[in-house]
């Protein structure tokens, strides 16, 4: 047979390590491609190989396949495949073929034929022992060789190893693992769950989301890696929104928002940040859950800010209701909040804080934060009540100098304050000019805090505050003063990925090399050029 020619001279070049047998496999995937022949007619004369006693002629058979398979499609595979034809014996041969395969090279495209082979055959009669031999890779603990001319990183391992086609086997041996002391086991483990909810059945997530909830709440609370806290996040978001398809994960939802409803019985600052992560968790996961936090929470919350007098309490609780409004702000859902617009106005009010005080400093903050939050939900407010004045503006420039002065670390502040007023002075085109000089003023000082050799969040933070402002429709420089514009010139040089195309339509003179003389800053920018 043709076929079995061809895979003859494939593995004699292979054999001899002849370059010129890359165009056998040109020849065979034309073939395919063009229908004189068949995929399975390749793996049949394949099989004595890939079923060989001898494990070097096993390896030969596999690279012979990889070559074949791996510039193939799944629907370019599937469409020239009769998949009832691959038989168990066939697959059964792959399975004994990579089983201890430890070259990332092969793997890397190992791993690619296995979920290729899942998509057009029939494996269920050898489901368990393909897992195996996939599961026993994880997790993966490989560092690429800086010499090798073919890099393979952990990640693209990572990869092709988390396709999710194993619900039933996986979910119970990821359980048992969840709990390592490994921070790089957590974060893989989170992952792969994570990406396992868009395609393992709500009946295998059923089975363990009682105990992976407490697990992920547990990380969040207790965890000492800000990194696995974020991953156990995404999958509690992931899993959260499959709650409109599974009761039983609804329910798990449910009793996590009256366990934080109890918490707040009595307020404690050490818990109350995870808690708030964990709600934003669960509100921002679907929009369904974002209006059940909200009836499950606002009214509670608000009545709780009424009767309390503690500052750090009432900062917690504002805390809790701005989350729970940004996510309403992000599936734009605002019916609920119109009956609480007099109680948000009057709990968000930053009139008469003595600022100079570090926890009424914080509170202000905190009412900032939701004064922004409010500015964007539609028709709610008024432009009075929106429009921040003097008083008002002279207040977050003392805030801010105080703040910097205090603090090393800067991102709460950029999150909580400067970005909130960037918020507030798009919302007000008619004063855009004033509000603006003092956000120049205000950013000068933060900028001074910012170690611009590190990729902080701050400094993402407020790049994307800038970009946003800048890209603003009807701001152009002359509502911006000039050191503004140094400033974002110094910013836009931190960040030269960007694609500042749209900051150079509004700002056509706006220099985006980074300066070489400090002749032509103004002194409150100079401390920062020298950070630079």
């Not at 398979?69 to 595979?77: A, N, P």
């Not at 560092?143 to 990869?159: V, Y």
């Not at 979910?171 to 086991?185: A, G, H, N, Q, Y």
């Not at 514009?485 to 500042?500: F, G, H, K, N, V």
Request: aromatic letters at 8%; a negative charge.
């Amino acid at each position: 047979m043709r076929e079995s020619a061809q895979i003859e001279l494939a593995i004699l070049q292979l054999e001899n390590q002849d370059p010129a047998g890359q165009n056998i496999y040109s020849d065979i995937k034309q073939e395919i491609k063009s229908g004189h022949s068949k995929l399975l007619s390749y793996v049949s004369a394949l099989e004595p190989y890939l079923t060989n006693e001898e494990a070097s002629k096993r390896v030969k058979g596999l690279q012979v396949l990889v070559m074949i398979v791996k510039s193939l499609t799944i629907s370019e595979i599937s469409s020239k495949t009769d998949s009832t034809s691959i038989n168990n014996d066939f697959v059964l041969g792959i399975i004994s073929a990579i089983d201890g395969e430890k070259d990332p090279r092969n793997l890397l495209v190992v791993f690619d034929i296995i979920r290729k082979l899942v998509s057009i055959a029939d494996i269920s009669l050898c489901t368990k022992q393909l897992f195996d031999v996939v599961f026993c890779y994880f997790p993966i603990a490989y560092k690429s060789n800086p010499n090798d001319s073919e890099i393979i990183s952990a990640k693209n391992l990572k990869d092709n190893l988390s396709t999710p086609l194993f619900g039933p086997l996986i979910l119970p041996k990821l359980m048992d693992k969840i709990e390592t002391t490994s921070t790089v086991v957590k974060e893989d483990i989170f992952r792969v769950l994570a990406d396992g909810t868009a395609v393992y059945p709500t009946d295998d997530w059923d089975q363990i989301v009682d105990f992976l909830f407490s697990v992920i709440v547990n990380e969040v609370n207790n965890g000492v890696g800000e990194s696995v806290s974020e991953h156990a996040l995404t999958t509690l978001s992931s899993l959260a929104a499959l709650s409109n398809r599974s009761d039983t994960i609804n329910r798990a939802v449910i009793q996590t928002y009256k366990k934080i409803n109890e918490s707040l019985d009595v307020i404690e600052s050490s818990k109350a940040d995870s808690a708030i992560r964990i709600l934003n968790s669960l509100a921002s996961s679907s929009k369904q859950n974002c209006e059940m936090v909200s009836r499950s929470f606002i009214k509670s919350l608000i009545d709780k800010y009424n009767v309390t007098y503690a500052v750090v309490e009432k900062r917690i609780l504002i805390d809790f209701i701005v989350t729970i409004m940004k996510s309403h702000v992000f599936y734009k859902s605002f019916e609920f909040f119109p009956q609480f617009h007099d109680d948000l106005i009057s709990i968000f009010s930053i009139h008469s804080l003595n600022y100079s005080n570090t926890e009424y400093s914080s509170l202000f903050i905190s009412r900032l934060s939701g004064i922004a939050t409010l500015i964007q939900f539609e028709n709610l407010l008024t432009p009075d009540e929106v429009y921040p004045d003097t008083m008002t503006l002279e207040s977050i420039k003392r805030i801010i100098i105080k703040q910097t002065s205090e603090n090393s670390d800067v991102s709460d502040l950029c999150e909580k304050l400067l970005i909130p007023l960037v918020k507030t002075i798009l919302s007000c085109p008619e004063n855009r000019q004033e509000l603006s000089k003092s956000l120049s003023v205000s950013s000068s000082i933060f900028f001074r805090k910012l170690d611009l050799t590190q990729q902080s969040s701050a400094l993402h933070s407020w790049i994307e505050a800038l970009i946003q402002f800048t890209t603003y429709p009807n701001i152009n420089s002359d509502h911006i003063p000039e050191s503004y514009t140094l400033l974002a010139s110094i910013l836009c040089s931190c960040r030269p990925e960007l694609d500042l195309s749209e900051v150079k339509k509004n700002f056509p003179n706006l220099v985006l090399d980074e300066y070489t003389s400090s002749d032509s800053f103004p002194d409150i920018l100079l401390d920062a050029k020298q950070t630079t």
